[in-house]
């Protein structure tokens, strides 16, 4: 979630602030809590006011302990810059300096709660993988392996998680034979791609590119990765490692698309029962097929582009 700073007056200076909203979480809405380690207490389906309220106090005990967790540091920062102090707790309170609320996912994974901000907009994801800035074209290894035979299972922990690995990646490869599948593992390591039977090892591959190719993406529920998981029209398997990811998860999972495996449950045994589930599961893959097309439908960089255009006309 990117917010500006939430007490200073920006219109002051004929400036409109535009909120950048990435996880669904990150709207923390009394309606539909976040799914995640350390919201457990909150009601996550709540039906009466009794239930909302009680969210509500949890939130407001969350802001006690942001503010005095964080707050000295915030003030200091903020006196280098002559701001005054704040009262409001990061990223939960923002003030009214905010003229619009851009939430950068697709409705797939839910339409905005009921509280959400009066400015918020739903826009849809705002792609980008690439790392020149172009259109990335595959190493041709991995072109020649995705051209040779069946849709591989596709392995990813993204471009954070992949520092915190585990066994993901052994476990992955071990499964992989087990099932007698082809595979792909982006493994963030350096050095040239290397092929271990019918699993390729790389480091990096633009998930646009590869994802739509895959039989089944095992990844770890970022939000960028599902994102374009969520658009290549493939079923997911989602290993959540910390933060939004397992509330990203439920949402694939309440979508239709997916299923969501714990980190600690994730070897080679377990796993052999889920992907063998997932690849004949073909209720999973038509509905993966049907948000691909709701995806399509949605451009989140161009909405975003004419809405924040709009607040200067």
């Given at each position: 979630?990117?917010?500006?700073?939430?007490?200073?007056?920006?219109?002051?200076?004929?400036?409109?602030?535009?909120?950048?909203?990435?996880?669904?979480?990150?709207?923390?809405?009394?309606?539909?809590?976040?799914?995640?380690p350390?919201f457990?207490?909150?009601?996550?389906?709540?039906?009466?006011?009794?239930?909302?309220?009680?969210?509500r106090?949890?939130?407001?005990?969350?802001?006690?302990?942001?503010?005095?967790?964080?707050?000295?540091?915030?003030?200091?920062?903020?006196?280098?810059?002559?701001?005054?102090?704040t009262?409001?707790?990061?990223m939960?309170?923002l003030?009214?300096?905010?003229?619009?609320?851009?939430?950068?996912?697709s409705?797939v994974?839910?339409?905005?709660?009921?509280?959400?901000?009066?400015?918020?907009?739903?826009?849809?994801f705002?792609?980008?993988?690439?790392?020149?800035?172009?259109?990335?074209?595959?190493?041709p290894?991995?072109?020649?392996?995705?051209?040779?035979?069946?849709?591989?299972?596709?392995?990813?922990?993204?471009?954070?998680?992949?520092?915190?690995?585990?066994?993901?990646y052994?476990?992955?490869?071990?499964?992989?034979?087990?099932?007698?599948?082809?595979?792909?593992?982006?493994?963030?390591?350096?050095?040239?791609?290397?092929?271990?039977?019918d699993?390729?090892?790389?480091?990096?591959?633009?998930?646009?590119?590869?994802?739509?190719?895959?039989?089944?993406?095992?990844?770890?529920?970022?939000?960028?990765?599902?994102?374009?998981?969520?658009?290549?029209?493939?079923?997911?398997?989602?290993?959540?490692?910390?933060?939004?990811?397992?509330?990203?998860?439920?949402?694939?999972e309440?979508a239709?698309?997916?299923v969501?495996?714990?980190?600690?449950r994730?070897?080679?045994?377990?796993?052999?029962?889920?992907?063998?589930?997932?690849?004949?599961?073909?209720?999973?893959?038509?509905?993966?097929?049907?948000?691909?097309?709701?995806?399509?439908?949605e451009?989140?960089?161009?909405?975003?582009?004419?809405?924040?255009?709009?607040?200067?006309?």
């Amino acid at each position: 979630m990117i917010t500006p700073d939430s007490s200073y007056d920006w219109r002051s200076f004929g400036e409109h602030v535009t909120r950048i909203v990435l996880q669904p979480m990150t709207l923390f809405s009394a309606w539909e809590p976040p799914s995640a380690p350390r919201f457990e207490l909150m009601r996550h389906h709540p039906r009466t006011s009794l239930g909302r309220s009680w969210n509500r106090i949890f939130f407001s005990l969350v802001r006690v302990m942001l503010r005095r967790r964080y707050g000295r540091d915030i003030d200091a920062v903020r006196a280098e810059h002559g701001l005054a102090p704040t009262k409001r707790a990061p990223m939960l309170d923002l003030g009214s300096a905010t003229a619009a609320t851009l939430c950068c996912w697709s409705s797939v994974l839910g339409r905005l709660p009921t509280d959400a901000p009066r400015d918020a907009a739903l826009i849809g994801f705002p792609f980008f993988d690439s790392e020149s800035g172009g259109q990335d074209v595959l190493a041709p290894e991995l072109a020649s392996f995705l051209g040779a035979g069946d849709p591989p299972l596709v392995f990813t922990l993204g471009s954070f998680a992949v520092s915190s690995p585990g066994r993901f990646y052994e476990e992955a490869a071990a499964v992989s034979r087990m099932l007698g599948r082809r595979a792909v593992l982006l493994t963030g390591q350096s050095g040239a791609p290397r092929l271990e039977g019918d699993t390729l090892f790389m480091g990096y591959a633009p998930h646009s590119a590869v994802f739509p190719q895959a039989a089944i993406i095992v990844h770890h529920g970022g939000i960028g990765t599902t994102g374009q998981a969520l658009r290549a029209g493939r079923p997911q398997v989602i290993v959540p490692h910390f933060g939004d990811q397992f509330d990203n998860a439920v949402r694939v999972e309440s979508a239709g698309v997916g299923v969501m495996v714990k980190r600690e449950r994730f070897e080679r045994i377990r796993l052999r029962d889920t992907l063998s589930d997932v690849l004949s599961d073909t209720k999973m893959a038509d509905a993966a097929i049907l948000a691909a097309e709701k995806i399509a439908s949605e451009d989140g960089t161009a909405d975003a582009s004419r809405r924040i255009s709009a607040l200067s006309a």
